[in-house]
């Protein structure tokens, strides 16, 4: 069975940083890319970054880039999200997600964790 475990939200200062990891057992994800989405309270979930599987190739909306950085660690199975200058936008849960490829993992993606919530305070 899959099992993604995001964890590294929490409560931060608008203009802080959070370092966000998801975990994933059960199978392996070094063939896959993986990506992060964000939720708002009665909205939608937004992609935010994505990764290729050789971690050649990362992908952010224009909403985050430069702010935002994706990275993963094969060997632990395991992939990153550094956020930087955080908007005080309220509380958003963040979740992350495998695909076969970047372009599917923004429409589709294989499976979904639990989600971590983040929250930058004005």
């Known amino acids: 069975q899959v099992q993604l475990v995001e964890s590294g939200g929490g409560l931060v200062q608008a203009g802080g940083s959070l370092r966000l990891s998801c975990a994933a057992s059960?199978?392996?994800?070094?063939?896959?890319?993986m990506g992060w989405f964000r939720q708002a309270p009665g909205k939608g979930r937004e992609f935010v970054a994505a990764?290729?599987?050789?971690?050649?190739?990362?992908y952010y909306p224009d909403s985050v880039k430069g702010r935002f950085t994706i990275s993963r660690d094969s060997d632990k199975n395991t992939v990153y999200l550094q956020m930087n200058n955080l908007e005080a936008e309220g509380t958003d849960v963040y979740y992350c997600?495998?695909?076969?490829?970047?372009?599917?993992?923004?429409?589709?993606?294989?499976?979904w964790g639990e989600g971590t919530q983040a929250t930058a305070a004005s």
């Open positions: 990764i290729n599987w050789s971690a050649s190739r990362t």
């Open positions: 059960g199978r392996t994800f070094s063939g896959y890319a």
């Open positions: 997600a495998p695909a076969p490829t970047p372009v599917q993992l923004q429409t589709c993606p294989t499976s």
